[in-house]
T-cell receptor, first 114, second 114 residues
Framework: DVKVTQSSRYLVKRTGEKVFLECVQD?????MFWYRQDPGLGLRLIYF???????EKGDIPEGYSVSREKKERFSLILESASTNQTSMYLC?????????????FGQGTRLTVV | AQKITQTQPGMFVQEKEAVTLDCTYD???????LFWYKQPSSGEMIFLIY??????QNATEGRYSLNFQKARKSANLVISASQLGDSAMYFC???????????FGQGTTLQVKP
């Protein structure tokens, strides 16, 4: 069974903390994505990567960075968490050979910054 | 600007009836893909159906069909014979130039009444 696994379902962090959200996929996909989901806004792309060590900004990269040292792992980093980063974070992966098929999503991490 | 619009924040449907969820999109790319995802209350994103911009036929997957009207830039999801388990949030999404990146609409919450 194909899988995208996010390290935590729920996280509570303090303002100013450095936060790491981890995502691992077992499908040997080149493409990996981080989205943020907020009510009324749908999902918005934060960062994505088409290959190891490669990263590109999405639509809302401010306040975030990413790391992709291994093909299967894509980490989202909040350098200094703020309350406006309280949200649901979803990781996804897909194959570049199959752009016309679905991206596979993790179960999401609900982050609360207090 | 590339955009997905879902104008129905919430909808109700009686069990066993059909329901149409609206989606319009905006892109100047000639090649793109359109997707529908279901998100139950548990949070995972479940892929439902895909339509390519060059596909001549409307996509169907079991009880799901995508009513693709290219000239009107609409990609409505039709769910036939609704079931209680169809109660969820539904997202329309577009992948411009088949990049793998997804642009999401705001989502529609569907509630199926027994």
């Amino acid at each position: 069974d194909v899988k995208v696994t996010q390290s935590s379902r729920y996280l509570v962090k303090r303002t100013g903390e450095k936060v790491f959200l981890e995502c691992v996929q077992d499908m040997d996909h080149e493409n990996m994505f981080w989205y943020r989901q907020d009510p009324g806004l749908g999902l918005r792309l934060i960062y994505f990567s088409y290959d190891v060590k490669m990263k590109e900004k999405g639509d809302i990269p401010e306040g975030y960075s990413v790391s992709r040292e291994k093909k299967e792992r894509f980490s989202l980093i909040l350098e200094s968490a703020s309350t406006n980063q309280t949200s649901m974070y979803l990781c996804a992966s897909s194959s570049p050979d199959r752009m016309n098929t679905e991206a596979f999503f993790g179960q999401g991490t609900r982050l609360t910054v207090v | 600007a590339q955009k997905i619009t879902q104008t129905q924040p919430g909808m109700f449907v009686q069990e066993k009836e059909a329901v149409t969820l609206d989606c319009t999109y905006d892109t100047s790319d000639p090649s793109y893909g359109l997707f529908w995802y279901k998100q139950p209350s548990s949070g995972e994103m479940i892929f439902l159906i895909y339509q390519g911009s060059y596909d001549q036929q409307n996509a169907t997957e079991g009880r799901y069909s995508l009513n693709f009207q290219k000239a009107r830039k609409s990609a409505n999801l039709v769910i036939s014979a609704s079931q209680l388990g169809d109660s969820a949030m539904y997202f329309c999404a577009m992948s411009p130039s088949n990049t793998g990146k997804l642009i999401f609409g705001q989502g529609t919450t569907l509630q199926v009444k027994p």
